[in-house]
């Protein structure tokens, strides 16, 4: 075998010999294996240092707290977990995304803990959430990772107005209506705790995104956090599904316009869990569609069937118009007979197989006005807020301001109905953020919903992945028109699976910018 080398290198001619010069030799394989000097036998070792130090940890850890738990009781378990769940988050960032994802709807849910030894904010997934951010934080500042962390658009429209409505909500606190207080429905009474309630829990979401698309963008593929999105599907579907086997209620009961608190010891209300399926259900049906691997389609569908179960027993009228408008932007999206006949056979089949009290719930109110329609929410609600947007028509009067609003204090329970929200999203930003803040959060969620739309056409991603973005939008749109008879625009629970495809989307985007840019010109050598 011919090969090219070097005959004398690092001072190996001899004294007084001519120069070295680059010569050619033909050994055979035979010689090469006789003339090679012997190798030694290198091992693997089975684990690398870092690797044994993190399982010495481990043992460490586990040992003091099986003592503590002994010791202390259910709640040194949880924060056992925690601990040794961000032992291997310090390792990689990402263990600790996988793991939000997966508790992060379930958190709100009454098997969750809320405090622990009394400390309220202290529990499992704040402790997972913070310690997933340090892990972030150590690997970002040796890398210069920090500059992009949170998008300007969403930093500018979104977290600073936010921010500045809660703090001028601080000084309304000592106004706040006593009845609030004397039905235990706050869980604050100074400016420190409204804060804290209103601005930096709701902005623990943001968060949680922003972790999102670090992980996206350190990533080669995301489909373990897509897996875990699923398998929290699931969770969050069996929670209802369970809870209402066990309680053994009838249909007739729970779609009863006094039973709209039976889903609440879950952690959320009724429509509130509704509005999370219907955007759960968005996600679900598009990445089927865009999928084309049969055992996933499988699973999709089992999921849809699941999440559609769980919907339909919130008995959510909400739910079922968010519900109603994702298949309708599915129908507009994709236009062929094939969807027109699956659409058919699935209305047909709805009518067929629905329970009367389903049927009952969706015609509440109709045929005696419109305020019997809305729950009362036009006269016992809206109306008597109308007065409160002339107070701070521009800039608005703080986040959740209905608490201190005149008609609250006034007429709390009567003239009004006693309530911590204006069950409007739009009412509610325009309290409290004034007509500013509700231009700049609008602006912010145009910006999201470009940006799906975006992802969702990109031929050079995933066709499910696309479709997953494509579900996002979809979701969106439904949970922004439903937002007209209830929840909010600034970050709550039944935003997860929202701000889960937009930490997503800002992965993705930041990366398939940074394969589009075109690579710099060589340099040529002189």
């Not at 709640?75 to 390792?91: P, T």
């Amino acid at each position: 075998m011919a090969e090219f080398g070097v005959a004398a290198r690092d001072g190996a001619c001899p004294r007084g010999a001519p120069a070295c010069m680059l010569t050619v030799t033909s050994r055979s394989p035979a010689a090469d294996s006789i003339l090679a000097p012997p190798r030694r036998a290198q091992r693997t070792p089975l684990l690398q240092a870092p690797d044994a130090w993190i399982l010495v940890a481990t043992a460490i850890v586990a040992i003091g707290c099986g003592a503590l738990v002994a010791v202390t009781g259910i709640n040194a378990l949880y924060v056992s977990l925690s601990v040794v769940g961000c032992i291997f988050i310090m390792r990689d960032f990402r263990f600790g995304v996988v793991l939000l994802i997966l508790l992060l709807p379930i958190s709100r849910s009454y098997i969750f803990p809320h405090e622990m030894f009394g400390v309220t904010g202290a529990n499992p997934l704040n402790l997972l959430l913070l310690g997933t951010l340090g892990a972030w934080l150590l690997g970002a500042l040796g890398e210069r990772g920090m500059e992009n962390f949170v998008p300007r658009p969403l930093l500018w429209l979104y977290i600073v107005p936010i921010v500045i409505a809660g703090f001028l909500g601080c000084r309304h606190v000592d106004e706040i209506a006593r009845v609030f207080y004397v039905y235990e429905m706050l869980e604050f009474d100074t400016a420190v705790g409204y804060f804290r309630d209103t601005v930096v829990k709701p902005l623990f979401l943001v968060l949680f995104a922003l972790l999102v698309a670090a992980a996206v963008r350190r990533s080669k593929s995301p489909r373990p956090f897509l897996l875990a999105a699923l398998i929290s599907v699931w969770v969050m579907t069996a929670m209802v599904l369970i809870f209402v086997f066990l309680s053994g209620a009838g249909f007739g009961a729970m779609g009863s316009s006094s039973a709209r608190t039976f889903l609440s010891p879950l952690g959320l209300h009724a429509n509130d869990l509704g509005r999370l399926y219907a955007v759960a259900y968005a996600l679900l049906l598009f990445t089927f569609v865009g999928s084309s691997d049969t055992g996933l389609r499988l699973v999709l569908l089992a999921s849809m069937g699941a999440v559609v179960i769980a919907l339909v027993l919130t008995f959510s009228r909400g739910a079922f118009l968010g519900f109603g408008l994702v298949n309708l932007i599915f129908l507009v999206w994709h236009r062929n007979a094939k969807t027109l006949l699956l659409l058919g056979l699935g209305t047909v089949a709805a009518f067929f197989f629905m329970p009367d009290a389903v049927l009952d719930r969706v015609m509440t109110g109709h045929g005696s006005g419109a305020n019997a329609i809305s729950a009362g929410r036009i006269d016992k609600i809206w109306a008597p807020l109308m007065p409160e947007l002339l107070d701070n028509p521009i800039f608005g009067s703080g986040l959740s301001s209905i608490l201190w609003s005149d008609a609250e204090r006034r007429g709390g329970g009567s003239f009004i109905l006693l309530v911590t929200h204006p069950h409007n999203a739009y009412l509610r930003a325009l309290m409290d953020m004034g007509l500013v803040g509700l231009a700049l959060l609008c602006a912010y969620f145009a910006h999201v919903w470009r940006r799906f739309l975006a992802l969702g056409s990109n031929k050079e991603l995933d066709p499910a992945l696309a479709g997953f973005y494509k579900g996002a939008a979809a979701g969106l749109a439904s949970f922004l028109i439903s937002g007209i008879s209830d929840s909010a625009l600034t970050p709550v629970p039944e935003q997860a699976f929202l701000w889960l495809a937009i930490g997503m989307m800002y992965g993705h985007s930041s990366g398939t910018a940074k394969a589009a840019a075109p690579a710099p010109a060589p340099v040529p050598n002189p």
